[in-house]
């Protein structure tokens, strides 16, 4: 696993993580850093989630008679796959509600982990939007900080 984190200074760190039994004491000096540090996001990520929180709903959304242009290709395929522009409304919404429940999940754990009132609402708006891939690191640094508990 890598980890990214911006320091108060601005300078950003990358640190590789082998997360296993025997290297938890390295897993905790990273949490430690990493808890309260900001997410570093590529501009091709940052592109590609926000083109799919616009597009998804436009094409779940709109009426099937209106043409979409460069979309009209992949709400074609999607209304093929689940027959209906209702599955695939029903779809997005079940997504959206997994996601929230995701983000919830998150700004618990973030409070057990005493991160800060505005770095709980930044762990809630990257599990919302990129759901289970960004709850995991706090469920790895919830787990270290478990281990550390142990140790003291």
Same mark, same amino acid.
């Given at each position: 696993m890598v980890v990214s984190y911006v320091l108060p200074s601005g300078e950003t760190k990358r640190i590789? /993580?082998?997360?296993?039994?025997?290297?938890?004491?390295? /897993?905790?000096? /990273? =949490?430690?850093?990493?808890?309260?540090?900001r997410f570093e996001v590529g501009v091709l990520e940052v592109f590609v989630v926000l083109m799919m929180l616009v597009l998804l709903p436009v094409i779940a959304f709109t009426d099937p008679s209106t043409h979409l242009g460069v979309v009209e290709?992949?709400?074609?395929?999607?209304?093929?796959?689940?027959?209906?522009?209702? =599955?695939?409304?029903?779809?997005?919404?079940? =997504?959206?509600?997994?996601?929230?429940?995701?983000a919830c999940v998150a700004v618990l754990k973030a409070r057990k982990l005493q991160v800060g009132g505005l770095n709980e609402l930044s762990w809630f708006a990257g599990v919302f939007?990129?759901?289970?891939?960004?709850?995991?690191?706090?469920?790895?640094?919830?787990q270290a900080s478990k281990g550390t508990k142990k140790h003291r």
């Open positions: 590789h /993580v082998l997360y296993e039994q025997g290297s938890q004491r390295d /897993v905790v000096a /990273v =949490a430690r850093r990493f808890l309260h540090a290709p992949v709400r074609s395929l999607g209304l093929a796959i689940f027959r209906s522009q209702l =599955a695939l409304q029903l779809l997005l919404l079940a =997504a959206w509600i997994a996601h929230l429940l995701e939007i990129l759901g289970f891939p960004c709850l995991r690191f706090l469920l790895v640094l919830e």
